[in-house]
């Protein structure tokens, strides 16, 4: 015989074991009673057979276990299911990630101790493999990261529970839990890894080399990566709710939070990356143009949510503080002043930072140029050498070269050096005779002309190699001159001195500008060119005259040529070249003075196109709107993503129904946004009053008219 339990019955029966109380007996009579009524065996009469009851308590003792099985099971499930408390760090972890790229990108040869600096990189245009492959493996890090983040936040399907609307997590938000770990042991290997490997491929290395804390950067490297690590492996034991979609700085309007976000706006690419990945990794009914308009549209009115609050610490018609008329109009006008007048003075002589470009090497050369008749130029080395004793003369000695040459200006910014050569060249006058008889026979021609050009070459510690090269103007070889170089070239066993004498012909004051560029200028001298053959293999020597040419002391008495070389100071350079073309006056005007330029026309320009989006008194219904896109998407509502965008498209394109939406929705609001005459209002003149006033003003021009008349 069978009891008829209801369903209601068994579960009051159920409910009746969580309500017990302490007796044992008692307990455990009720659990057997549920037992049975579950199995649907009915109580056996008492009279009944042995063998029954024995059937009935192994199926009772069957069901009691299994259902012990079942609820431990729900047990692990729900937990696992669970919800679990809510803290996001993904803007922790995504600010260490950025600076450990930061400093693989200008810290590398600190990382790695060896390598290029990351200005001489730029320089060279080389950077080092290594570091590339660094670079690309944590910018693939981050990422990923980001699509992980996005694809467990971003992919929730609302189902209807017994208690109301519940959100559980699909399998493609747990595997990306999993893929999450995975990412985050794979870079504790690889840090590790790759830590090891530099340290084994070191010869012999010692304690000092081995040690991490031998490098400050490589410390602060492995500090942020570790520390973004355990960032990351916290993020697993929490879980991210979230509330409202978009940017999550946009979701306060605080100071700090606005400026993060100016930053955030004004570097490169970051957003970009951001919104492309979120796109790719969600389930979404928007394309990627919609999905960049709602991220804009979003943007835009957090921008005019912060002008809008911002605009309520001034009361309204008040005048407007002297506090933000220094810290807007006179900052932003010193800015502009600095902008167009900083270049200027950078590279002027006004320049507190000005660097010394002393020269340290200079070489002096004699050549010969053969013009022909039918055209062309042959030329013939000479004298030679690169050997210059140089002395660095006294502030005083800067000064009379100041005074003795106006075109150079203020002594202050000079360095003057006296750079002295030898009289003899450095090399034997090795030319071989082929050589030696074509240069004759040209000189023996009809219609040649012989010029003598002497070239000099000093080179500053911030010029770029190449520069400071200066020429004297080819200086004409009278006939007889020309004859002795004939003979002597054309004597292959000349014996004895010869000698060339080139008057007034080189000008030895020189001025090298910041550029790297020579002006010479002052007084010329004398030129006495000889080739000395007392021995089996000829040498040139050059000497020059004592005294300028315009002394009165001018004589016959030759010197070794010595230069008076004064340059300018020059404004240091990130390159630590001076004479760089890219790193000018006029390239800084073009790229950097130019383009801020026009970029703050643009913010400024065609503003009053823009009054319709950046003047909304109120955003809340229109950002709501915008979060009940993102929800939608989250929730895998994409029917209800769809319409709401189409809506939103809908109120910006109707500017009545976007007027009507952001009126303010307080009086005080009222008062601020949308102001009558607040304070005093303006007497206007009654009809009467006007007629009157009028017939006075033609009664007076009458009797000015008749007073005229008369």
């Given at each position: ?522 007084a010329n001298i004398s030129l006495r060119l000889t080739l000395s053959a007392s021995s089996p293999l000829p040498q040139w020597s050059m000497a020059g005259s004592c005294n300028p040419c315009s002394s009165l002391e001018a004589g016959n008495s030759s010197c070794s040529i010595t230069f008076d070389v004064a340059s300018e100071k020059v404004a240091p ?138």
């Amino acid at each position: 015989m069978q009891h008829g339990y209801t369903t209601g019955e068994r579960s009051a029966c159920k409910g009746g074991l969580q309500s017990c109380g302490p007796d044992f007996e008692r307990k455990r009579a009720a659990e057997r009673d549920c037992l049975a009524a579950e199995s649907g065996i009915g109580s056996v009469a008492a009279e009944g057979s042995s063998s029954s009851i024995s059937s009935v308590a192994q199926e009772s003792w069957s069901a009691w276990w299994k259902d012990r099985l079942s609820t431990a099971r729900a047990q692990v499930i729900t937990s696992a299911e669970l919800r679990k408390p809510a803290k996001d760090f993904y803007t922790i972890r995504f600010l260490l990630s950025l600076a450990c790229f930061l400093l693989l990108l200008l810290a590398w040869n600190s990382l790695a101790g060896t390598g290029r600096s990351f200005t001489a990189a730029l320089t060279s245009n080389i950077f080092s493999g290594t570091q590339v492959f660094a670079i690309m493996g944590v910018m693939a890090a981050m990422i990923a990261d980001r699509a992980l983040y996005t694809w467990y936040t971003q992919d929730r399907v609302t189902t209807e529970g017994l208690s109301g609307p519940e959100d559980v997590l699909p399998r493609r938000s747990k595997n990306a839990a999993l893929l999450q770990l995975l990412l985050l042991l794979v870079q504790l290997v690889m840090l590790h890894a790759v830590q090891i490997n530099a340290w084994a491929e070191r010869a012999s290395p010692s304690a000092k080399e081995v040690s991490t804390f031998n490098s400050f950067t490589l410390v602060c490297f492995y500090f942020l990566y570790v520390l973004y690590l355990v960032f990351s492996s916290m993020q697993l034991r929490y879980d991210v709710h979230l509330l409202r979609g978009g940017l999550g700085l946009t979701h306060s309007v605080d100071f700090v939070p606005w400026l993060l976000f100016k930053v955030y706006t004004m570097v490169p690419f970051v957003d970009e990356l951001r919104v492309l990945t979120d796109w790719t990794v969600t389930s979404t009914s928007m394309n990627l143009f919609m999905w960049f308009k709602l991220e804009d549209a979003q943007q835009s009115l957090y921008k005019t949510k912060c002008d809008m609050n911002a605009r309520k610490y001034v009361k309204p018609a008040f005048e407007r503080p002297v506090r933000e008329k220094l810290l807007q109009g006179g900052l932003f006008l010193l800015a502009l002043f600095v902008l167009i007048v900083g270049p200027i003075t950078y590279f002027s002589t006004a320049n507190l930072f000005l660097k010394s470009n002393l020269v340290y090497m200079g070489s002096l050369k004699a050549n010969l140029e053969v013009e022909m008749t039918g055209g062309g130029i042959s030329q013939l080395p000479l004298y030679d050498t690169a050997q210059a004793d140089i002395d660095t003369l006294s502030s005083d000695d800067a000064k009379r070269f100041a005074v003795s040459h106006p075109n150079v200006g203020n002594s202050d910014d000079l360095n003057l050096q006296k750079v002295k050569f030898p009289m003899s060249a450095d090399n034997l006058w090795l030319v071989s005779n082929s050589l030696r008889q074509k240069v004759a026979t040209q000189l023996g021609s009809n219609g040649t002309k012989a010029n003598l050009v002497v070239t000099y070459q000093f080179q500053g510690n911030l010029t770029t190699t190449g520069r400071g090269i200066g020429r004297t103007p080819p200086v004409a070889l009278s006939e007889d001159q020309v004859n002795t170089l004939a003979k002597v070239l054309q004597n292959t066993s000349f014996e004895g001195e010869a000698s060339i004498d080139v008057p007034c012909s080189i000008q030895t004051a020189i001025l090298i500008d910041s550029s790297g560029q020579l002006t010479a200028m002052g007084a010329n001298i004398s030129l006495r060119l000889t080739l000395s053959a007392s021995s089996p293999l000829p040498q040139w020597s050059m000497a020059g005259s004592c005294n300028p040419c315009s002394s009165l002391e001018a004589g016959n008495s030759s010197c070794s040529i010595t230069f008076d070389v004064a340059s300018e100071k020059v404004a240091p350079t990130p390159t630590g070249d001076s004479s760089s073309t890219s790193y000018s006056l006029m390239g800084i005007y073009l790229g950097v003075v130019y383009t801020i330029g026009r970029f703050l026309r643009l913010v400024f320009q065609d503003s009053s196109q823009r009054v319709i989006y950046e003047e909304m008194n109120d955003t809340e219904l229109l950002q709501d709107l915008c979060s009940g896109i993102y929800i939608a998407r989250i929730t895998g509502d994409l029917e209800s993503e769809y319409g709401f965008y189409y809506e939103l498209i809908r109120i910006y394109r109707s500017p009545e129904l976007l007027l009507d939406i952001s009126k303010p929705k307080s009086k005080v609001d009222e008062r601020q946004f949308r102001p009558g005459i607040l304070y005093r209002q303006a007497a206007v003149p009654s009809e009467s009053a006007m007629t009157e006033v009028s017939d006075t003003g033609t009664l007076q021009r009458r009797s000015g008219r008749d007073a005229s008349e008369d």
